[in-house]
């Protein structure tokens, strides 16, 4: 149970790194934003499960994205092609999941304002 509760409390200090991340923290505010939209807009079931989906994916990508430029940095400081390609493609990956998550969110939000 100790071992169970363990990766709790190193999953709440991950967090707690996250929101020191301008980025990830950036992608927080903008979740919360589509959260209180579909609030005052009564969204239904389906919609809260698009949307928490795409928020939360969204959110993810961000991590993983500074996290893989943080592996990168710390392995070597020097430029290097070898590196930039690396970044570019993490975040082009949260460029992708973006893209997707505002194409949900347009679904989910145009309908209801038309």
């Known amino acids: 149970m100790k071992w169970f509760v363990g990766r709790f409390y190193y999953a709440f200090q991950g967090f707690q790194q996250c929101v020191k991340d301008h980025s990830i923290f950036l992608q927080m505010i903008f979740g919360c934003i589509v959260f209180l939209c579909g609030i005052f807009f009564h969204c239904s079931k389906l919609d809260?499960?698009?949307l928490?989906?795409?928020i939360g994916l969204v959110i993810a990508a961000e991590i993983f994205n500074s996290c893989i430029e943080g592996c990168v940095d710390y392995i070597s400081l020097k430029k290097d092609s070898r590196a930039k390609k690396i970044k570019d493609m993490a975040a082009s990956a949260v460029f992708v999941i973006s893209v997707c998550a505002a194409i949900s969110g347009l679904l989910v939000f145009v309908p209801k304002l038309v």
């Open 48 to 50: 809260w499960v698009i």
């Open 52 to 54: 928490v989906w795409s």
